[in-house]
């Protein structure tokens, strides 16, 4: 329409409303010299006015709808097809092609909206996608919720096909769209997700809160760290000759990341971490403290001295036994059970595999998804690297790696050794450490020794805790003695091995056993005599033997408690008469229960008895 047109409509005054169109607050174009405007940018009550009029019999009567509550792209759509039906020429096909080209439109979608707007009526023009909310209904968004955040980690699709087969249709409200569930529910937070749908392992790990530690805090050498992980390369086995994946225990330093000690072995233990340990402790002292896995290996006597962490969290220590790290003063601080964040040297593993494991033949990844296409070919052909040369390259790897730069909290680009700057001190004797890294075991000390592994290891310092256990350690390597310790951790002897005597032994042989057993009567008798002479009085022992004497002889008397009890029968027949009271009925007619010793044992046991009696009764 023109500007006076326009103007009309808006109820504006011609001059106003064409500074209003310079200005550029409605839309204008020129039309054969011409400043028209379309009757889109017009407001809504000036578009109003303009459709409410009746147009000649040649045009079509446009209805009009309520359109102040749609949006404006559909309002916009809206009018744009009804200003097209409305201008659109009459009569020349050839000038209706032409105007519908310059408009942008086909000859079938301006057909299809006449068709729609005679039979339908206005509202058949209207864009009818999105017509459903784009708020979904709190009841909708509680019922996806509940099937989507489960264990079974069902996708959207699956979700949305459940909720549809729930859906009441007499509800009342449209139904919710694919579109709409699957923005709602990515939408809901990450850590919900992991938290319902991955499990609470997977929530702690990679969604709740954790704690930061400062390492600026702590001194070089005031805690250390040590854990095992299995290397992802494979080796060759010397003795099969197969594939297998070592594993890796190592002692850190907290402080500087400084790899202490290491040792590779086939599977972690005890003796794993003992080597580690022995290595570290050779070059350095020992920490105050150290931070350890909560596993057996490490909660073991051997190396904690038999620390047990309880389900109530409380630490039991059995104190007469002393591991390596207690016989050293070392506090253990035990880390949460399955937690990796609490163990300081996790992320030195992860350091490995992607710096040294990834570049060396038959590496296999720590995941599945990891896991090269041609380790199959690789394991099958044999051309892996042997456990030592495995551990020269690590040994090298690990060289350079205290020696480059760190970027962790506290290191400010600094070499691990730069940092791990520490007193010279005086470090635990070679003698001693061989020692507390041996293995250990508790034994009994029997007859003729200690009984360990089919052996048998003797010394005469032995003799005197006969019956008593003791803890002993030794070496794998040299099985020939073993070291004896009391159970507070003090050394007793170290025990040699005795073989068996031959059945064609010689006259040595039987000479050597002969004198073993002379020294061992000679050492009870040396003990008897030095008993004996703290007596004040020499003739005291001889008083004490006749006045033993003298009351055996003595008949004790009917009427004290004490006869009563250990009264002794006058003959044999009233001896077998006791001993029938006492049977049971029918071992006493002369039966035999394959439980029960047979009755000549028992008389002999109950003379024996009576007769330890009465000496009790004497020495009372």
Request: proline share 5%; aromatic share 10%; with cysteine.
């Amino acid at each position: 329409m023109t500007i006076k047109e326009a103007a009309a409509l808006e109820g504006v005054n011609y001059f106003a409303f064409h500074k209003r169109c310079l200005r550029g607050k409605y839309k204008t174009y020129r039309e054969h010299g011409t400043l028209k405007i379309p009757v889109s940018s017009l407001s809504p009550q000036a578009q109003k006015k303009y459709w409410t009029v009746n147009e000649d019999t040649h045009r079509t009567t446009i209805p009009h709808i309520d359109i102040q509550n749609l949006s404006k792209e559909k309002r916009d759509n809206y009018l744009r097809k009804l200003q097209i039906i409305k201008e659109a020429p009459k009569g020349d096909a050839r000038d209706l092609t032409k105007y519908l080209k310059e408009k942008g439109v086909s000859r079938a979608a301006f057909y299809e909206w006449k068709r729609k707007l005679k039979k339908e009526g206005a509202e058949a023009l209207l864009d009818g996608r999105g017509g459903r909310p784009r708020e979904l209904n709190p009841a909708d968004e509680a019922a996806l919720a509940y099937l989507y955040l489960k264990p079974s980690r069902p996708s959207i699709t699956q979700v949305y096909r459940q909720f549809l087969s729930l859906w009441d249709k007499n509800c009342g409200r449209p139904c919710p769209s694919t579109h709409q569930a699957r923005r709602f529910l990515k939408s809901l937070p990450e850590a919900t997700k992991f938290r319902y749908r991955h499990g609470i392992g997977a929530y702690k790990n990679f969604a709740e809160i954790f704690a930061e530690r400062d390492y600026t805090s702590l001194l070089p050498n005031e805690f250390w760290t040590s854990d095992h992980t299995q290397i992802d390369v494979a080796v060759r086995d010397p003795f099969t000759g197969r594939a297998l994946f070592p594993w890796i225990t190592i002692i850190m330093d907290v402080r500087s990341r400084k790899i202490l000690g290491y040792f590779v072995g086939h599977t972690p233990s005890g003796r794993t971490i003992a080597a580690a340990l022995g290595r570290a402790l050779k070059h350095c002292k020992p920490p105050k403290r150290a931070i350890l896995d909560n596993g057996m290996d490490y909660r073991s006597r051997y190396i904690s001295g038999g620390q047990v962490r309880l389900k109530k969290g409380r630490i039991e220590v059995d104190r007469e036994t002393k591991g390596i790290l207690t016989a050293l003063h070392i506090d253990v601080q035990w880390t949460i059970v399955k937690n990796a964040q609490s163990k300081p040297c996790e992320r030195w593993f992860r350091r490995m595999k992607e710096e040294f494991c990834r570049i060396l033949p038959g590496y296999r990844g720590g995941r599945i998804w990891e896991r090269p296409e041609g380790l199959q070919k690789v394991l099958k052909s044999g051309r892996l690297l042997s456990l030592t040369e495995l551990d020269a390259l690590l040994a090298r790897w690990i060289d350079d790696y205290n020696n480059s730069p760190h970027r962790g909290h506290g290191m400010d680009d600094k070499f691990p050794n730069e940092v791990y700057v520490v007193k010279k001190s005086k470090l635990v004797n070679p003698d001693t450490l061989t020692l507390l890294l041996m293995p250990f075991t508790r034994r009994k000390v029997c007859r003729n020794g200690i009984k360990f592994m089919g052996a048998t290891y003797y010394a005469a310092a032995l003799e005197n805790i006969r019956g008593h256990s003791v803890d002993i350690r030794w070496d794998p390597q040299e099985m020939g003695r073993i070291a004896s310790f009391d159970l507070k951790g003090a050394f007793i002897c170290w025990a040699e091995h005795q073989p068996r005597l031959s059945f064609k032994a010689t006259e040595e042989d039987i000479k050597n056993l002969q004198a073993k057993k002379k020294a061992s009567r000679k050492l009870h008798g040396d003990f008897y005599r030095e008993i004996t002479e703290r007596l004040e009085t020499p003739n005291l022992l001889k008083r004490i033997v006749a006045t033993h004497q003298a009351t055996k002889n003595v008949q004790p008397t009917a009427t004290s408690s004490t006869a009563k009890r250990f009264s002794i029968p006058e003959d044999s027949e009233a001896l077998k008469l006791k001993i029938a009271r006492e049977l049971p009925p029918w071992e006493a007619a002369g039966g035999v229960h394959p439980r029960t010793r047979n009755k000549e044992k028992d008389e002999k046991f109950y003379l024996f008895e009576c007769e330890r009696e009465e000496d009790e009764e004497g020495n009372t």
